[in-house]
């Protein structure tokens, strides 16, 4: 079974441009989680998706925005980029029942870099 | 407020010995504890799991025990091996936190040889 793919791996951009990061869950995963990763820094969760819908929103600024298509697949934007934004951001995706209590699988990140 | 807390940044073994990385909670709502590893530029990787009703799980090298009186956890590797240096992060979700997967900063774990 294919894993989490997150495209572009890498990305850079320069402060106020846009970007926009997606990711594709292993099959048959209905949720799809965001986090940043900075250096020092754990994991800072940005939002989660369940069918199409957020379900989970961390402490981040508006700037931050995701969406999830029919087919799980997700998409995180980031408007007018500030050079804190450069990180690593990291898309996992969970089976997201009962059965399995939120073991989540990461795809290998996408590394922004704003100048 | 850090709920899930791993007070060592880093740790140093001896290849051969065993490791121990530890990790605090603070909400007694969490039920569901998880250990993930992570090598630089990739993403985490799912180690082991343990549910509230358990005190001790194990999978080949690796053990975590949860002592819930202290809010405590923790991960042993035994031997610890050089493929064993990464950072660990431990993780907790519960009904209250609606099963979103709170997270500790990490522990850098460095084997020596």
């Given at each position: 079974?294919?894993?989490?793919?997150?495209?572009?791996?890498?990305?850079?951009?320069t402060?106020g441009?846009?970007?926009?990061?997606?990711?594709?869950?292993?099959?048959g995963?209905?949720?799809v989680?965001?986090?940043?990763?900075?250096p020092?820094?754990?994991?800072?969760?940005?939002?989660?998706y369940?069918?199409?819908?957020?379900?989970?929103?961390?402490?981040?600024?508006?700037r931050?925005?995701?969406r999830?298509?029919?087919?799980?697949r997700?998409?995180?934007?980031v408007?007018t980029?500030?050079l804190?934004?450069?990180a690593l951001?990291?898309?996992?995706?969970s089976?997201?029942?009962?059965?399995?209590p939120?073991?989540?699988?990461?795809g290998?990140?996408?590394?922004l870099?704003?100048? | 407020?850090?709920?899930?807390k791993?007070?060592s940044?880093?740790?140093?073994?001896?290849e051969?010995?065993?490791?121990?990385?530890n990790?605090?909670?603070t909400?007694?709502?969490?039920?569901?504890?998880?250990?993930?590893?992570?090598?630089?530029?990739?993403?985490p990787t799912?180690?082991?799991?343990?549910?509230?009703?358990?005190?001790?799980?194990e999978?080949?090298?690796f053990?975590v025990?949860?002592?819930?009186?202290?809010?405590h956890?923790?991960?042993h590797?035994v031997?610890?091996?050089?493929?064993?240096?990464?950072?660990?992060?431990?993780?907790?979700s519960?009904?209250d936190?609606?099963?979103?997967?709170?997270?500790?900063?990490?522990?850098?774990?460095i084997?020596?040889?």
């Amino acid at each position: 079974k294919a894993g989490v793919t997150q495209t572009p791996r890498y990305l850079i951009k320069t402060r106020g441009q846009q970007v926009t990061l997606s990711c594709s869950p292993i099959s048959g995963h209905r949720s799809v989680s965001w986090y940043q990763q900075t250096p020092g820094q754990g994991l800072q969760f940005l939002f989660e998706y369940f069918s199409e819908t957020q379900r989970n929103k961390g402490n981040f600024p508006g700037r931050f925005s995701g969406r999830q298509f029919s087919n799980s697949r997700s998409e995180m934007n980031v408007s007018t980029l500030e050079l804190g934004d450069s990180a690593l951001y990291l898309c996992a995706s969970s089976l997201a029942n009962r059965g399995h209590p939120y073991e989540q699988y990461f795809g290998p990140g996408t590394r922004l870099t704003v100048t | 407020d850090q709920q899930v807390k791993q007070n060592s940044p880093s740790l140093s073994v001896q290849e051969g010995r065993i490791s121990i990385l530890n990790c605090d909670y603070t909400n007694s709502m969490f039920d569901y504890f998880l250990w993930y590893k992570k090598y630089p530029a990739e993403g985490p990787t799912f180690l082991i799991s343990i549910s509230s009703i358990k005190d001790k799980n194990e999978d080949g090298r690796f053990t975590v025990f949860l002592n819930k009186s202290a809010k405590h956890l923790s991960l042993h590797i035994v031997p610890s091996q050089p493929g064993d240096s990464a950072v660990y992060f431990c993780a907790a979700s519960g009904w209250d936190s609606n099963y979103q997967l709170i997270w500790g900063a990490g522990t850098k774990l460095i084997i020596k040889p």
